[in-house]
C-alpha cells in the first residue's frame, strides 16, 4: 500500500535542474534585471556582480551539500535550522520561508499579468485587467501543481530549453558579431566592478538566483537523494552563473560600454527586446517577447511546487494541518499543499487587485524586494545551521565542508543580507516607510512560528522524515 505522508517520483539530475533553473527565470533576469544593474548599479562591469555572486553561493552550497544525507524528507531550509538551531528557530524559519515564496510568485504573477496585457494589444487585442491574465495562468498552474511532479517537470523542460535557446543564440550573434566597441572587458577591470553602486548591482545580481536552493525540496521525489540532490544544487548554480554572466556580458558589447548605460537607463523594461531585434531581427525580437512569457509561467509553476511540498511538510510534521501533510492516492504529489497554495494565490491576486496596485511597480518591485530580503535571510540562517550541526555531532569532520565553505559562504550572506537591508528602499522602488513595513512583515512570520512551535510542542519539524 503507498505510503501517503511521503512524495513519490523518479526525478534525476537533469530533472530537477530543470525545475530549478526554471523558477530563477533566465530570461527575465536577463530582459529585467540586467538592465537594471547596467542603469543603477555598477554600469558595464555589472556581468561580474553574477560570478560574484555565484562563488558565494557555491560556498554556501558545500555546507548545504554536506548536511543534506543528515536531513531526509522535502523540509529544505527549516529542516536543515531546526537539525542545527532547534525546534523553535526551525519552525519559525518554515514560516519565513512561507512568506518568501509566497511573496517570489505574487511577483511573477503581477508581472506576467503587464506582459502579457502588453502582448496582447501590441498584437491588436482588447485592453483587459493584467489580474484577468493572471488568473488564467493560475488556474494552469493550479492543474499542473496537482498532478505528478514529472508533468511540471517535462513542461518546464520544454520552456526552459526554448528561453535558453533565444538568448544563447543572441549571445553566439553578439560573440561572432561584435559590438560597436568591439567586446566589452569592464566585467574583468576592478576599478569598473567598484565603480558606481555595487551594493545595488549585487543585490540586483543576487536576487536572480533565488530558487536554486529548491533542489533539497524535491528530495522525496528524487531517483537516489544523496546523489541527486548535491549534484542538481551545484549543477543548477555553475549554469545560472556562467549563463547569466557570458549574457549580460553580451548585452553590453552589443550597446558598447557607454552605449549600454544610456540604453538601460533610456528603456530597462525593452533594452533586451530591442537588443535581440537588432541582432535576430524583427522575428528574433517577436519570439522573445513571447518566451518572456512562458518563462514567467515557468517560473510561477517552479515556485508553485516549492510552496507546496512546504506546506507538505509542515502539515506532516503537525504544524499545519495533517490533512496537508498526505499525498494523493494516484498521483503521489502534495495536492493539498497545492490548493492551498493557489487559494492563497488568487486571494491575493484579488486583493491586489481590488486596492488598485499596479502590476509593475507595485505587486512586482515590492514583492521581489520582500523575496529577496526573505531568502537571503533563510540561507544565512541555514549556513549557520549547518556550522552549528556539524559542529556538535561530529558526523563529518572534513574541514573544508563543515567548516571553511559554511563559514565563508556565512560571511557572504551576511554581507548581502547588508547591503539588501541598506538599499531596500531602492530595490521596491518605494519609501524608507514601506522598506520598514515590510521587513516587519517578514518579523512577525518568522516570530509567529516560532511562537506556534513553543505554544504547541507537537508542532515539532521531524528529525527523521517529513
Known sequence: MTDRTQLSGSLGVGSIVFMVVAAAAPLTVIAGTVPLGIAIGNGPAFPATFALSAAVLLLFAVGFCAMTPHVPGAGAFY?????????????????????????????????IGAVIGGLVQNYGGPALPWWLYSVVVLAIVAVLGYRRIELSSRVLGVLLVCEVAIVL????????????????TAFLLPTQIGSGSLGVALMFAVAGFIGFEATAVFRDEARDPERTIPRATYLALVLIGAFYTVSGWAVVTAWGDAG???AATADPGGMLITTITNYLGTVGGDVAQILLVTSL????????????????ALGGSGALPSAWGRSHARHGSPHMGSLVQTGTALVLVALFALVGLD???????????????????????????????????QVDTRPWQTVGAPALGLVGLLVFLYLTISNFPTLIGGSTGLAVAIGAVLVVFFAAGAAWSRARSSAAVPAVAV
Open 79 to 111: 529542516a536543515y535550522v531546526e537539525r542545527g538551531l532547534g525546534r523553535v528557530t526551525g519552525l519559525g524559519t518554515a514560516f519565513l520561508a512561507l512568506v518568501t515564496y509566497t511573496a517570489v510568485q505574487l511577483a511573477v504573477y503581477g508581472y
Open 169 to 184: 543564440a543572441f549571445d553566439a550573434v553578439v560573440t561572432g558579431r561584435g559590438g560597436p566597441d568591439g567586446p566589452s
Open 260 to 262: 549600454a548605460v544610456t
Open 297 to 312: 509561467f515557468a517560473a510561477i509553476l517552479s515556485f508553485h511546487n516549492v510552496l507546496a511540498r512546504y506546506f507538505f
Open 359 to 393: 502590476p509593475v511597480t507595485q505587486v512586482f518591485a515590492w514583492m521581489a524586494g520582500t523575496a529577496t530580503l526573505g531568502v537571503l535571510a533563510l540561507m544565512a540562517l541555514t549556513c549557520l545551521a549547518v556550522l552549528v550541526y556539524f559542529r556538535r555531532t
